[in-house]
């Protein structure tokens, strides 16, 4: 599958971005998809997991009730909807996909098989 993701920019503190993931290739539907990301000079961390079905979610500590992750399986695209944004949140997004035809929810960086080119998200204080 491939992964292509949009929606990054600056914006200040508080504020709210809502990144999108167009995928291509093999049926999206059958993917649990997420998002990850990397600030400079950090690791690249877990940051939100769907389902195939979009009935179970899981964020990471750090961004729960701040975050959202949706997906439209008839358009291909998962969505993060970030609000109250600080700078802490600053960093490159990745939209990734967990393995074809798996059921299991991806909730570490190597649960992923498949990652898009990410998009910068810069908050400003």
């Known amino acids: 599958v491939q992964l292509q993701a949009s929606g990054g920019g600056l914006v200040q503190a508080g504020g709210s971005l809502r990144l999108s993931c167009l995928a291509s290739?093999?049926?999206?539907?059958?993917?649990?998809m997420g998002w990850c990301r990397q600030a400079p000079g950090k690791e690249r961390e877990f940051v939100a997991a769907?389902?195939?079905?979009?009935?179970?979610?899981f964020y990471a500590d750090s961004v729960k009730a701040r975050f959202t992750i949706s997906r439209d399986n008839a358009k291909n695209t998962v969505y993060l909807q970030m609000n109250s944004l600080t700078p802490e949140d600053t960093a490159v997004y990745y939209c990734?996909?967990?393995?074809?035809?798996?059921?299991?929810?991806?909730?570490?960086?190597?649960?992923?098989?498949?990652w898009g080119q990410g998009t910068q998200v810069t908050v400003s204080s």
């Open positions: 990734a996909a967990g393995s074809y035809g798996s059921s299991w929810l991806p909730t570490v960086i190597a649960d992923f098989g498949s």
């Open positions: 769907i389902s195939w079905s979009s009935g179970i979610t």
């Open positions: 290739g093999r049926t999206f539907s059958r993917y649990a």
